[in-house]
């Protein structure tokens, strides 16, 4: 049984720090890319990274670059996100999921087809 399950979601001021975690199981861990997204309140669905979890490279979107960091311990099958500086725009349902077709992480790789998902967690960040 295939299992994407994220975690570590909660409240954080301006400035403060939340580590997500992704555990998945039941698929070939180092075949797939880990690719997290976000989704606020009446806004459309947002990549925020992508691991390639057998190489380690990482592609992030432009409004986390230098704040979020995504890194990937695959004797645990984890992928996790660490976010430093958080901003109350960050504030969104944090979702992560597994892609095969998109491992090698391209540029636009929130366009690659995903094959599983977890069912999100909360981040809220307050001004």
């Known amino acids: 049984e295939v299992q994407v399950v994220e975690s570590g979601g909660g409240l954080a001021q301006t400035g403060g720090s939340l580590r997500l975690s992704c555990a998945a199981s039941?698929?070939?861990?180092?075949?797939?890319?880990i690719v997290w997204f976000r989704q606020a309140p009446g806004k459309e669905r947002e990549g925020v990274s992508c691991?390639?979890?057998?190489?380690?490279?990482?592609v992030y979107v432009d409004s986390v670059k230098g704040r979020f960091t995504s890194s990937s311990d695959n004797a645990k099958n984890t992928v996790y996100l660490q976010m430093n500086s958080l901003k109350p725009e960050d504030t969104a349902v944090y979702y992560c999921?597994?892609?095969?077709?998109?491992?090698?992480?391209?540029?636009?790789?929130?366009?690659?087809?995903?094959?599983?998902w977890g069912q999100g967690t909360q981040v809220t960040v307050s001004s």
């Open positions: 039941g698929f070939p861990f180092d075949d797939y890319a």
């Open positions: 691991i390639n979890t057998s190489a380690g490279s990482t």
């Open positions: 999921a597994a892609s095969a077709g998109g491992r090698w992480c391209r540029p636009r790789f929130q366009d690659s087809p995903m094959d599983y």
